[in-house]
């Protein structure tokens, strides 16, 4: 397998800025300003037209990748949940109807607010589900759970948790 992503590509945006100010000093007419608006605007549909299309995106999979799918996954994923967890910036609201993936502890109340509640209980909320990811993306990708020796003891239920959470909170997985 090998996989190559360059950085995301950000729309560029035109400053009309120049034409309303040539506007205002009556350098040029009302006509030309909607002209020039609508060429400048074109001018950069077709410049991020193609500024989006040089964001380079190579995959290539072979044919053994796909034995064994999940661990190759997982050791894609796990670093990925790990810088995502290290770069702590944000965290999604979960409120109380997400309450059954939390312990005790982490529970919130029906009538919780999280634009005027705390903020500490949602990062410590989503710090717990990233923690349960990470540890069943772990486990999976060091392959401790297919070793028969008595060292390696592996809670397959929070394994299996982790993974429910990557599935079921997998459109927050973004920074």
Same mark, same amino acid.
């Given at each position: 397998?090998?996989?190559?992503?360059?950085?995301?590509?950000?729309?560029?945006?035109?400053?009309?800025?120049?034409?309303?100010?040539?506007?205002?000093?009556?350098?040029?007419?009302?006509?030309?300003?909607? *002209? +020039?608006?609508?060429?400048?605007?074109?001018?950069?549909?077709?410049?991020?037209?193609?500024?989006?299309? %040089? =964001?380079?995106? !190579?995959?290539?999979?072979d044919k053994w990748?796909?034995?064994?799918?999940?661990?190759?996954?997982?050791?894609?994923?796990?670093?990925?949940?790990?810088?995502?967890?290290?770069?702590?910036?944000?965290?999604?609201?979960?409120?109380?109807?997400?309450?059954?993936?939390?312990?005790? *502890? +982490?529970?919130?109340?029906?009538?919780?607010?999280?634009?005027?509640?705390?903020?500490?209980?949602?990062? %410590? =909320?989503?710090? !717990?589900?990233?923690?349960?990811?990470?540890?069943?993306?772990?486990?999976?990708?060091?392959?401790?759970?297919?070793?028969?020796?008595?060292?390696?003891?592996?809670?397959?239920?929070?394994?299996?948790?982790?993974?429910?959470?990557?599935?079921?909170f997998y459109n927050?997985?973004?920074n």
């Amino acid at each position: 397998m090998k996989i190559f992503i360059s950085n995301y590509r950000h729309f560029i945006s035109p400053s009309y800025k120049f034409i309303d100010k040539l506007h205002q000093e009556e350098k040029i007419n009302e006509n030309i300003k909607n *002209k +020039l608006d609508k060429f400048v605007t074109k001018l950069f549909d077709l410049i991020n037209k193609i500024w989006k299309k %040089l =964001r380079i995106e !190579y995959i290539h999979v072979d044919k053994w990748d796909v034995h064994s799918m999940d661990i190759t996954l997982a050791k894609i994923i796990h670093p990925m949940l790990l810088e995502l967890q290290k770069q702590d910036v944000n965290y999604p609201i979960l409120g109380s109807e997400h309450n059954d993936c939390f312990p005790e *502890k +982490l529970q919130v109340q029906t009538d919780f607010d999280p634009e005027f509640d705390d903020d500490e209980i949602m990062i %410590l =909320r989503w710090n !717990y589900l990233l923690e349960e990811m990470i540890y069943a993306f772990g486990i999976i990708s060091s392959e401790v759970q297919y070793n028969d020796t008595e060292m390696y003891t592996v809670d397959s239920e929070r394994v299996q948790k982790g993974l429910q959470y990557f599935g079921r909170f997998y459109n927050s997985l973004w920074n």
